[in-house]
């Protein structure tokens, strides 16, 4: 049985003030609490779970700390409408940035994403992709909100995501590296030369690239809509763009 305290403190860290406080966040579901404990990068303080998983797993994961909770308990702290089996705190790293080797290869830079199913999803196809790095804006959602986590489905434990003021990044890149930009106002992606090894710009669900970061762009590019129709969709999800473009710089 664990404590009322407990039960608090984890239920507290649903919420980004006390992720910040004490620097640790949740993870759940059987898959990527898995993964996560085959993880080198990342230091599990605690794994609660229901004592079937305890059972089939502690041999697997011997040098991690379980604490057996009922179902009740895992409902109460759980950040899920219908709570699994497993729940882990885990310690957020601290990361030390080396830029020189982030724009040494693609990579993403997200400016202002708000959504943190987006930003998920987002690092999930970087994972699909093979691209190692995702700089985001330093007012873009933080990649260790619990409906990130699950998004990503696993993913934010191999794309490592840095935290930056964006135009003094792109000010200083190497010259060498192309920056390309998602906007409506651009080349169409289909047509137009593309650097495999460049940074791809993704704008903020509602408002796009900001100007700062717009005015620092090497090329802007479009995706454009095939629909034969007068009325049509008029963007794209920032995940479902960001897809096409890694999909495009690969296929190159």
């Keep these: 049985m664990i404590s009322i305290q407990t039960i608090k403190r984890v239920k507290a860290l649903q919420q980004k003030k006390f992720r910040e406080e ?4 949740v993870v759940e579901t059987p898959k990527i609490v898995e993964e996560l404990l085959r993880s080198k990068t990342y230091s599990v ?3 609660y779970a229901l004592k079937t998983w305890i059972d089939e797993n502690w041999k697997r994961f011997a040098r991690h700390t379980f604490e057996e909770v009922t179902s009740k308990e895992l ?7 219908a709570p699994n089996q497993v729940l882990a705190v885990v310690e957020k790293p601290e990361v030390s940035t080396d830029f020189k080797t982030v724009f040494s290869d693609t990579s993403l830079m997200l400016d202002d994403i708000r959504d943190p199913g987006n ?3 987002i690092l999930r196809i970087a994972d ?4 190692k790095h995702v700089i985001c804006s330093n007012e873009s959602v933080e990649y260790t909100n619990p409906k990130c986590i699950q998004a990503s ?3 934010f434990l191999r794309v490592e995501v840095h935290y930056a003021d964006l135009p ?7 010259e060498n590296t192309p920056i390309y930009g998602a906007l409506m106002d651009g080349e169409n992606i289909y047509e137009t030369e593309l650097n495999p090894k460049s940074c791809i710009v993704i704008g903020n669900e509602t ?3 900001s100007k700062p970061v717009e005015a620092l762009l090497t090329k802007k590019i479009h995706i454009p809509s095939f629909s034969t129709e007068q009325t049509h969709a008029e963007s794209l999800n920032a995940s479902v763009a960001t897809a096409i473009f890694c999909s495009e710089l690969r296929r190159r």
């Excluded at 409902?75 to 409408?81: A, C, K, V």
């Excluded at 699909?128 to 691209?131: A, L, S, V």
């Design 207 to 209: 408002h796009g690239i």
């Design 45 to 47: 303080e605690v794994v």
């Design 128 to 131: 699909w992709f093979g691209i």
């Design 22 to 25: 004490e620097k640790r966040f």
């Design 75 to 81: 409902e109460r702290i759980s950040g899920l409408q």
């Design 168 to 174: 003094k990044i792109l000010s200083e890149k190497p």
């Design 119 to 121: 930003l998920g999803t």
């Design 153 to 155: 489905m696993g993913s």
